[in-house]
């Protein structure tokens, strides 16, 4: 058992029950931690409340300067963590090569599903623990999937949890990495082009040929944020329950070979 009574983390990004952020909130507020909210918007606002009645929640969307430069004060708590559980992209066009990705589709991406994650670090680096621990969310496999443009994006993601613990070694020992979570069930990824397919080719992939629970990223998350994984920084961690090894499993090749 992970304890964390008298710690505090900061959350964003929970949509509904089946997102990353709500399963992992829920772990964390399970091993005795105490948790700070952000939503998007209003409507957001009140889900989250629903959700975690007893607990704060305020607005947050990364694309309004005012919201982010009130951040620190709608906190005012020394954090031992964050968890950054932001992603959009715009596939209201459905899917394209992705030659043919727009500009100004790529860079809000871009903004809220990376960067983001720089402009909250820098507002809270006062208030994160010297020994503070943050935590992002990615994929499993950022090259060439099918997840669209939001590969690349996470890929940059990925590359800036090593920039910013290097950055944040300079004053501190806070910790940044992120878990390459393979496909899962979640209202997030219905939105992508495709996904159903994929995710049930993805489950065939895996190992134990059952796909991944939100639940087991939620304990990655857990553990990353917990000081029990105080080794590890600047890293991206796979769970994908094998899928990304096992390429050439033989019952897919054997099903394709008889085609």
Not at 218 to 233: E, H, W, Y
Request: proline share 3%.
């Amino acid at each position: 058992m992970i304890d964390l009574k008298g710690k505090t983390y900061f959350i964003t990004g929970i949509a509904n029950k089946k997102s990353v952020a709500y399963f992992s909130a829920k772990a964390l507020i399970q091993a005795g931690a105490e948790c700070i909210f952000s939503a998007q918007n209003d409507k957001n606002k009140e889900k989250v409340e629903k959700l975690f009645p007893e607990n704060k929640v305020f607005l947050l969307d990364v694309e309004n300067k005012e919201h982010l430069k009130a951040l620190k004060a709608n906190i005012d708590c020394e954090l031992d963590g964050l968890l950054h559980s932001i992603a959009f992209a715009n596939f209201s066009e459905g899917p394209k090569p992705f030659h043919e990705t727009k500009l100004e589709d790529y860079l809000q991406a871009c903004h809220i599903s990376s960067f983001s994650l720089v402009q909250i670090a820098n507002e809270l680096k006062d208030l994160l623990k010297k020994d503070a621990s943050v935590v992002t969310i990615s994929i499993s496999n950022t090259l060439a999937t099918s997840y669209g443009y939001l590969g690349p994006i996470k890929a940059m993601l990925e590359t800036s949890c090593a920039y910013l613990a290097k950055s944040f070694s300079e004053f501190s020992n806070i910790r940044f990495n992120s878990v390459g979570a393979g496909p899962l069930k979640t209202s997030a990824s219905a939105g992508i082009p495709n996904y159903i397919e994929n995710y049930l080719y993805s489950e065939e992939l895996t190992m134990r040929k059952q796909n991944l629970s939100t639940q087991e990223v939620a304990n990655t998350v857990l553990f990353l944020l917990s000081p029990l994984s105080s080794g590890i920084n600047a890293s991206n961690t796979i769970v994908d329950a094998g899928m990304s090894a096992n390429y050439f499993d033989q019952g897919i090749v054997k099903a394709f070979s008889k085609l």
